[in-house]
């Protein structure tokens, strides 16, 4: 495994459509391996392939419950249900934090890293990460379709505010 650079909102690759993947090989596992050990090594809970500059939907995901790592191929929301507004961040974006309309809960249709198809259901932080790395994948970033955008200082002023 190995660490990949995480690029940065403004590149172009940030704002393109991601193609499907068809060949479930060994390049394939490593991009997921290096994408999961970049997104733990930044302390993410999501990572998309275009944030590792490659064109491909592929996403991991690890909110730290009991599914642990998550890996999705081709993913594709099939359901969602509910609303719920919190806050994200994205690794792409380090100096800003946005409020987002999400499903609360979402259920997910994706390929694991040897082309067997699965599903999935999250609620709350699950369903805003499923989403929010879904996003990426159609070149859509948090920042485009946050209620409010905020500053790192401007969060800690609201944090006391409160
Ligand atoms: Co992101």
Redesign the pocket.
């Known amino acids: 495994m190995a660490k990949r650079n995480i690029v940065k909102r403004g590149e172009d690759v940030l704002t393109k459509k991601c193609r499907e993947v068809t060949v479930f090989d060994d390049k394939l596992w490593t991009l997921l391996d290096d994408m999961y050990e970049t997104m733990k090594s930044a302390n993410g809970v999501?990572?998309?392939a275009p944030?590792v500059g490659i064109l491909r939907r592929v996403v991991v995901v690890d909110v730290g419950d009991a599914n642990g790592k998550i890996e999705l191929v081709n993913p594709v929301v099939v359901s969602m249900k509910g609303k719920q507004c919190e806050l994200e961040g994205?690794?792409?974006?380090p100096d800003l934090w946005g409020y987002v309309v999400r499903p609360s809960k979402v259920k997910v249709k994706a390929f694991d890293r040897y082309g067997k198809e699965f599903q999935i259901e999250g609620e709350k932080l699950l369903a805003v990460a499923l989403c929010?790395?879904i996003d990426?994948l159609n070149g859509i970033?948090?920042t485009d379709i946050a209620e409010e955008l905020l500053t790192g200082s401007e969060l800690e002023e609201r944090k006391k505010g409160r």
Do not use: D, P, W, Y
């Open positions: 999501g990572l998309a944030q994205c690794l792409s974006v929010h790395e990426h970033m948090f």
